[in-house]
């Protein structure tokens, strides 16, 4: 494993490849993509919603391919951040991937969103393949936005990001360049600033004023939906309850336990498969199937509890959602902080271990994906094949695979607030300091 990819490495080929799929990703604001720049703040990006899918997609894909980790934070409406975890020092780089644009009007005239809709046709593709806002819109939106932040002019990338505007719109001739002279210049302020620069945004039908009723009730839409999602995140978050999956041999109870000895709270973890092994109705019916899956491989086939698992998931997945409100209702009372080592995932996937059949997801797996309670914190840990093969000769190269990619694809199906992917083939001491930052700075945990 090649420590010297960085994180900067991984976001470069991250922006060639989206520039290869002409996903119309844009940047809102200029920022250098070096190694002394790209750790701190972070980077405002712009994506119509329907790309995420493919653009969550892109990151993966690097990850499993560098043997990196990242992690996904969705707990905002309109909003997506990837984080893409350094290899080395666990140092991050912070991707904030907006699906709308927030404005916040100095006189309260505008609506609070500025919608994907409103600016497709203000999208140009530039010569280099990447797409961009036209050079006006984006210089109006990030003096609307100096407002909406909060931002002073005494900040050292506010005044670079004024100047960078200043001389590119004097270069084109832009009436706008005035407006980031006299900023600059201190003859005028934010605030009369970000409201000059909104009420030209609404000339242009990209910011919709209150006096638009089809716009003031698609705001109010938007300020349920939001509002909604925090209640569920303050709701997930109580539940106390970290789902940590992957496949055999990657590493999932020597993390889990490392990280409970290191954690400053109290916190535990359970066996997901003793939430329907221990029942009596498991416990009953298991030698039945165990008897009758040995009888269909002809005694050639050692099987145990995982294969029996694996072939009639359909009554382990429903016995263990029977069990489960027991578990949930158990730790919200004990307060403590619990890691299932598992979950429900595991049994969307077919032949994992059983061999001549096609592993992956089973027919039905949309409905039962339906029926798993979400957490707030869902972890996925992986490592190399080779090096998960090489810690367990029961597994197949087919079904390690499939459970990489098909556990993704069952996320994005139906998403966690927060996801994140962790590559295990550095020591159980690095894996959880990295799950430590990101529990804090990230996911608002305390560890």
């Excluded at 934070?73 to 709308?100: C, P, Q, T």
């Excluded at 939430?275 to 009758?292: A, C, E, N």
Aim: hydrophobic share 40%; aromatic share 12%; net charge positive.
């Amino acid at each position: 494993m090649d420590n010297n990819v960085t994180a900067v490495d991984t976001f470069q080929q991250l922006l060639e490849r989206v520039r290869e799929r002409q996903l119309p990703l844009i940047s809102l604001r200029p920022k250098e993509i070096s190694e002394a720049a790209a750790y701190e703040g972070d980077y405002d990006l712009f994506l119509p919603p329907q790309y995420m899918d493919e653009l969550f997609r892109i990151v993966f894909d690097l990850a499993v391919e560098k043997h990196s980790s990242f992690t996904i934070n969705r707990y905002k409406h309109g909003k997506a951040v990837i984080v893409l975890h350094n290899r080395a020092d666990n140092r991050s780089i912070f991707l904030e991937i907006w699906n709308m644009l927030s404005v916040k009007e100095p006189h309260n005239q505008t609506i609070r969103y500025i919608f994907p809709d409103q600016l497709e046709s203000h999208i140009l593709r530039t010569k280099s393949g990447e797409f961009a806002f036209s050079l006006e819109v984006e210089a109006l939106y990030y003096l609307s936005h100096l407002f909406t932040g909060g931002k002073k002019m005494t900040t050292e990338l506010v005044r670079y990001r004024v100047s960078y505007y200043q001389e590119v719109l004097r270069k084109e001739g832009s009436k706008y360049a005035q407006w980031y002279n006299d900023l600059a210049e201190g003859k005028s302020d934010i605030k009369s600033a970000a409201h000059l620069a909104n009420m030209e945004l609404v000339g242009m039908g990209i910011l919709f004023s209150k006096k638009n009723i089809g716009a003031v009730m698609a705001e109010l839409t938007t300020k349920i939906a939001d509002s909604l999602r925090l209640f569920k995140r303050q709701w997930l978050r109580a539940l106390k309850i970290i789902p940590v999956v992957g496949p055999d041999g990657v590493g999932k109870t020597s993390l889990i336990e490392t990280l409970i000895q290191k954690s400053s709270v109290k916190a535990g973890y359970f066996r997901f498969k003793k939430l329907f092994r221990s029942s009596p109705f498991y416990r009953l019916v298991f030698p039945l199937f165990q008897r009758s899956l040995s009888n269909e491989f002809g005694g050639k086939v050692s099987i145990g509890k995982s294969e029996v698992d694996d072939r009639y998931a359909s009554v382990v997945f429903s016995n263990a959602l029977m069990m489960y409100p027991f578990r949930v209702i158990s730790n919200f009372l004990s307060g403590r902080l619990m890691f299932s080592d598992r979950y429900f995932h595991d049994y969307l996937l077919t032949n994992i271990r059983l061999r001549g059949a096609k592993a992956g997801l089973r027919t039905e797996w949309k409905k039962w994906l339906c029926r798993i309670p979400q957490q707030y914190w869902f972890i996925h840990l992986d490592a190399s094949t080779e090096v998960i093969l090489s810690r367990k000769t029961e597994l197949n190269e087919e079904g390690v695979s499939s459970y990489r990619y098909d556990i993704f694809t069952a996320y994005l199906e139906k998403p966690f607030m927060i996801y994140s992917y962790v590559n295990t083939e550095s020591t159980p001491e690095h894996c959880t300091d990295l799950l430590i930052e990101i529990a804090d700075k990230i996911a608002d945990i305390k560890l």
